[in-house]
């Protein structure tokens, strides 16, 4: 893996339409510090890194090397109906434990 973070950091700050000045404000850092960063001098700590990615909403191996591909977020809310349609068969193990559980309880209080 060929390491790309200066020319991801660019592209980017270009997307987010972001200057050097307004990354190094987000970030707590001085403006030569990120000019150094872009320029391939330097590279960033693992906690300017992950706040590099909260900035730009993605990942450290996208912005390191430029894969996007090797981590795939998936969000999917679940409703009620999604959650039966797929765990239908839940039911039936609860209503199970209930019949056992009800009158095992309903006995000992008698």
């Given at each position: 893996?060929?390491?790309?973070?200066?020319?991801?950091?660019?592209?980017?700050?270009q997307a987010?339409?972001?200057?050097?000045?307004?990354?190094?404000?987000?970030l707590?850092?001085?403006?030569?510090?990120?000019?150094n960063?872009?320029?391939?001098?330097?590279?960033?700590?693992?906690?300017?890194?992950?706040?590099?990615?909260?900035?730009?909403?993605?990942?450290?191996?996208?912005?390191?090397?430029?894969?996007?591909?090797?981590?795939?977020?998936?969000?999917?809310?679940?409703?009620?109906?999604?959650?039966i349609?797929?765990?239908?068969?839940?039911?039936?193990?609860?209503?199970?434990?209930?019949?056992?559980?009800?009158?095992?309880?309903?006995?000992?209080?008698?």
């Open positions: 893996m060929n390491v790309v973070f200066p020319e991801r950091l660019k592209s980017y700050m987010n339409h972001l200057s050097e000045m307004e990354v190094a404000n987000k707590s850092v001085s403006k030569p510090e990120v000019d960063w872009e320029a391939g001098v330097s590279t960033p700590d693992l906690t300017n890194l992950i706040n590099l990615t909260k900035v730009f909403n993605c990942t450290i191996d996208d912005l390191v090397f430029g894969s996007s591909d090797v981590v795939v977020k998936h969000t999917h809310s679940m409703n009620f109906w999604y959650f349609s797929h765990y239908w068969w839940l039911l039936f193990a609860f209503g199970g434990f209930l019949g056992w559980f009800v009158p095992a309880i309903v006995d000992v209080f008698k």
